[in-house]
């Protein structure tokens, strides 16, 4: 999903889209031991850093939220 963000940014610019994405990640409730989905979004965040960290900047202050969260 990273890499189609990745793609789609490249032709398109679609920043509605990945901010929006990220919005709904912030909203994902998890438990407070570690499972699949808690890995995958982890990764999913790290590979979309990695790939267009222009997007995940815009919205450090919403994941930012999520983080901090116990």
Same mark, same amino acid.
């Given at each position: 999903?990273? %890499?189609?963000?990745?793609?789609?940014?490249?032709?398109?610019?679609? !920043?509605? $889209?990945?901010?929006? @994405?990220? #919005?709904?990640?912030?909203?994902?409730?998890?438990?407070?031991? %570690?499972?699949?989905?808690?890995?995958?979004?982890?990764?999913?965040? !790290?590979? $979309?850093?990695?790939? @267009?960290? #222009?997007?995940?900047?815009?919205?450090?202050?919403?994941?930012?939220?999520?983080?901090?969260?116990?």
């Amino acid at each position: 999903m990273a %890499e189609l963000l990745n793609l789609l940014t490249k032709e398109f610019d679609p !920043v509605q $889209l990945t901010d929006e @994405i990220l #919005r709904e990640i912030v909203k994902v409730p998890f438990g407070a031991q %570690e499972n699949k989905e808690s890995r995958f979004i982890s990764r999913f965040l !790290v590979k $979309l850093a990695e790939t @267009i960290p #222009r997007m995940v900047l815009r919205q450090t202050v919403v994941l930012q939220a999520r983080l901090s969260r116990k």
